[in-house]
């Protein structure tokens, strides 16, 4: 018998070696990991946002004027009602005071005319009494008939004369209501040259100095209200459909790195943005440093609601069909399948929940597959279950 070459026997050996080591990784037990039921799991929704006021507004003048005071500066705390700023007020300071003397005159005119309507009716009243007697006088043939007419008449004059008098009276009034009405008026015009708070702030932002010409609505003093300040933050609205008012939120602003405060929901948009598919919430900081700063970027996480109890699966170890639904691997039995599986919860970790098509003698596979997962092939479970690949 003819003997097989070395080089052909040592060939033989490695293909042979080849073929053994490929049935052994082709047929041994894959190694997954599995998941297994979690309590009390946090559904949290993620945004990202400012720091902003809800009471913030810029103060201007409603006056045009010279600025001649200025009484606050950026970062001071102000009262409502403490004057900020005035512009040089002596024209309307001087138009107040000649309305104040119009009030005096006027006050003083009625007075007058009221003396003079009560002299008419008194007046009026004396020769009523003349023409009287002077009638009964008549029947009796003692004053002659003209002297009696020429009584009637200046009593007709005198009371003629005492309603003129009371009309004198009503315009004296109305003379002094108009006059009261320019004082107003000229110390309203005045107040317009003061700048007040209108509401207990703080100066953010102070734009022009004294000697400034101001134009009316131009804006002088940006101010804000500290305790409005929140954190207007966007959801992607694909994940905002649970959120609502009162739901708690963990903030985390770039300054601050390191630390988490604690907050609330105050609001949720009513309108989305249309171009970034994303849902406006503003978020009520309850432990935010006193200390705030406009526009600083922040990290919102709202809790939405809590699982009591949930299998959760890493989403990259999924296969997604649809919005909600996905397949996935399982374990039935030792060996591999795939389920067709209904999503639920998405959290921020990356990992999904699963509320429908797990069979219940079935294991859910979470590792990912790396091209070596097939029905029926032999599964061997290697990790614990609260593993996270």
Same mark, same amino acid.
């Given at each position: 018998?003819?003997?097989?070459?070395?080089?052909?026997?040592?060939?033989?050996?490695?293909?042979?070696?080849?073929?053994?080591?490929?049935?052994?990784?082709?047929?041994?037990?894959?190694?997954?990991?599995?998941?297994?039921?979690?309590?009390?799991?946090?559904?949290?929704?993620?945004?990202?946002?400012?720091?902003?006021?809800?009471?913030?507004?810029?103060?201007?003048?409603?006056?045009?004027?010279?600025?001649?005071?200025?009484?606050?500066?950026?970062?001071?705390?102000?009262?409502?009602?403490?004057?900020?700023?005035?512009?040089?007020?002596?024209?309307?300071? @001087? /138009?107040?005071?000649? %309305? &104040?003397?119009?009030?005096?005159? $006027? !006050?003083?005119?009625?007075?007058? =005319? +009221? #003396?003079?309507?009560?002299?008419?009716?008194?007046?009026?009243?004396?020769?009523?009494?003349?023409?009287?007697?002077?009638?009964?006088?008549? @029947? /009796?043939?003692?004053? %002659? &008939?003209?002297?009696?007419?020429? $009584? !009637?008449?200046?009593?007709?004059? =005198? +009371? #003629?004369?005492?309603?003129?008098?009371?009309?004198?009276?009503?315009?004296?009034?109305?003379?002094?209501?108009?006059?009261?009405?320019?004082?107003?008026?000229?110390?309203?015009?005045?107040?317009?040259?003061?700048?007040?708070?209108?509401?207990?702030?703080?100066?953010? #932002?102070?734009?022009?100095?004294?000697?400034?010409?101001?134009?009316?609505?131009?804006?002088?003093?940006?101010?804000?209200?500290?305790?409005?300040?929140?954190?207007?933050?966007?959801?992607?609205?694909?994940?905002?459909?649970?959120?609502?008012?009162?739901?708690?939120?963990?903030?985390?602003?770039?300054?601050?790195?390191?630390?988490?405060?604690?907050?609330?929901?105050?609001?949720?948009?009513?309108?989305?943005?249309?171009?970034?598919?994303?849902?406006?919430?503003?978020?009520?900081?309850?432990?935010?440093?006193?200390?705030?700063?406009?526009?600083?970027?922040?990290?919102?996480?709202?809790?939405?609601?809590?699982?009591?109890?949930?299998?959760?699966?890493?989403?990259?170890?999924?296969?997604?069909?649809?919005?909600?639904?996905?397949?996935?691997?399982?374990?039935?039995?030792?060996?591999?399948?795939?389920?067709?599986?209904?999503?639920?919860?998405?959290?921020?970790?990356?990992?999904?929940?699963?509320?429908?098509?797990?069979?219940?003698?079935?294991?859910?596979?979470?590792?990912?597959?790396?091209?070596?997962?097939?029905?029926?092939?032999?599964?061997?479970?290697?990790?614990?279950?609260?593993?996270?690949?």
């Amino acid at each position: 018998m003819k003997k097989i070459p070395i080089p052909l026997r040592f060939a033989a050996v490695a293909i042979v070696a080849i073929v053994a080591a490929r049935l052994y990784f082709v047929l041994r037990p894959v190694e997954v990991t599995v998941a297994r039921p979690e309590t009390d799991v946090a559904v949290q929704v993620f945004g990202l946002g400012t720091q902003e006021a809800r009471v913030a507004t810029r103060l201007g003048f409603e006056a045009a004027g010279q600025l001649v005071a200025l009484t606050a500066d950026h970062g001071d705390r102000v009262k409502a009602g403490a004057v900020l700023a005035r512009l040089d007020d002596g024209e309307a300071r @001087a /138009r107040l005071e000649k %309305s &104040v003397a119009g009030v005096a005159a $006027a !006050e003083a005119a009625l007075a007058k =005319a +009221e #003396a003079l309507g009560r002299r008419s009716d008194v007046v009026a009243l004396q020769k009523r009494r003349v023409d009287e007697r002077r009638k009964s006088l008549v @029947a /009796r043939q003692t004053v %002659s &008939v003209e002297a009696a007419e020429t $009584a !009637e008449l200046d009593a007709d004059v =005198a +009371e #003629a004369d005492a309603g003129v008098a009371r009309r004198d009276v009503e315009v004296a009034r109305v003379n002094l209501a108009a006059a009261r009405a320019q004082a107003t008026l000229d110390g309203v015009l005045l107040d317009r040259l003061r700048l007040s708070a209108p509401f207990d702030g703080v100066v953010t #932002a102070r734009l022009r100095e004294l000697g400034s010409v101001m134009n009316p609505g131009e804006a002088l003093f940006s101010l804000v209200d500290p305790g409005s300040v929140w954190i207007q933050a966007f959801v992607d609205e694909a994940r905002a459909g649970d959120l609502a008012e009162g739901q708690p939120a963990e903030v985390r602003l770039r300054s601050r790195p390191g630390e988490v405060f604690r907050g609330r929901v105050a609001r949720v948009g009513l309108e989305n943005d249309r171009v970034g598919e994303e849902r406006r919430l503003w978020v009520a900081c309850e432990t935010c440093p006193t200390d705030f700063h406009l526009g600083e970027q922040a990290e919102v996480e709202v809790t939405t609601r809590r699982l009591d109890h949930a299998v959760l699966v890493p989403q990259i170890a999924l296969r997604l069909v649809g919005s909600a639904e996905a397949i996935g691997w399982i374990v039935v039995d030792g060996r591999l399948k795939e389920a067709r599986l209904r999503l639920g919860a998405h959290l921020l970790d990356g990992r999904v929940e699963i509320v429908d098509g797990l069979p219940r003698d079935a294991s859910l596979v979470t590792s990912s597959d790396d091209g070596g997962f097939r029905e029926g092939r032999s599964a061997r479970i290697v990790e614990d279950a609260e593993t996270r690949p």
